[in-house]
Every structure is written in structure tokens, then in C-alpha cells.
């Protein structure tokens, strides 16, 4: 239901979960792991690097987790769709140690410019799709 606007924050903690938001987490990772190995695999023969792959499941979990989140807030959705779908899925399909590792093997490879580029654009495309989600799901 996008479209709908309130003011009221959702609180989930983490810490304290249950066996069932953990069940929840782990059906929705499941999912999302596979399509980032399939997406990293595809990108392979097509370029030269799997940074590329990484890069867009990042980019594609940034907007998938910022409309979660403004749909769980703004439109009274249940706060377990951010478990399942936000941490599990979205989680999963992103990928910070691969990312950082990317960049440290672009540096040990002596491409300071290739992991420069790389590091920005990550960071500046995730910030984008983070908020083009959220406005998305904040919508009214």
C-alpha cells in the first residue's frame, strides 16, 4: 500500500529476538544470497571484474531496503516484513566484505584509480537508491 503517511517509528529489537523473527530472517536470506551469487555469475563473462555484479546487488538492496523500511513506517505494514524481506533478503542480496575486499584487491592489484572509483560510486549510487526506495515507500 504505498501512499499512506504516519508519523509512528517502528522498533524492532534485534537483540531480543525470537526463534520465529530468526526463522524469518533466515527464509528471507535464503533467497537473497542465491540471487546475489546469480547476479555476481552472470556479470562475470561480461566483464572483466565481479565487482560489477556486487555492485548492483548493493545498489538494488539500497533501494529494496529503504522502500521496506518507509513502508513498515509510513504505512503501518507489519514490522516483520522488515525481518524477513529488510534484514533477510535485502541483507543477503548485499554485501559489505565482498565489496571491501573487491577494493582491497583492486589496490593489491596497484589500481588505486579502478578501487577509488569503485569505493565512490558505491557509495554514492546505494545513497540514491536508499533514498529513492524510501521516498518511494513514503509516497503520499
Known amino acids: 500500500m504505498i501512499g499512506c503517511m504516519s508519523n509512528r517509528l517502528v522498533r524492532i529489537n534485534p537483540v531480543a529476538g525470537s526463534a520465529l523473527e530468526a526463522l524469518l530472517v533466515g527464509i528471507g536470506a535464503i533467497p537473497g ?21 556486487t555492485f548492483a546487488g548493493n545498489v538494488i538492496a539500497c533501494f529494496g531496503l529503504g522502500l521496506v523500511l518507509a513502508l513498515v513506517q509510513n504505512c503501518s505494514a507489519n514490522p516483520r516484513l522488515a525481518l524477513l524481506i529488510g534484514v533477510g533478503f535485502f541483507g543477503s542480496l548485499s554485501t559489505f566484505s ?8 583492486e589496490l593489491r592489484a596497484g589500481r588505486p584509480f579502478v578501487s577509488l572509483v569503485l569505493a565512490l560510486a558505491s ?10 526506495g524510501y521516498g518511494l515507500g513514503s509516497y503520499g
Open 123 to 132: 557509495i554514492a549510487a546505494g545513497l540514491c537508491a536508499a533514498g529513492a
Open 33 to 53: 544470497a542465491w540471487l546475489r551469487l546469480k547476479m555476481v555469475n552472470h556479470f562475470e563473462p561480461m566483464v572483466p571484474k565481479k565487482h560489477w555484479g
Open 98 to 105: 565482498t565489496f571491501a575486499v573487491e577494493l582491497l584487491n
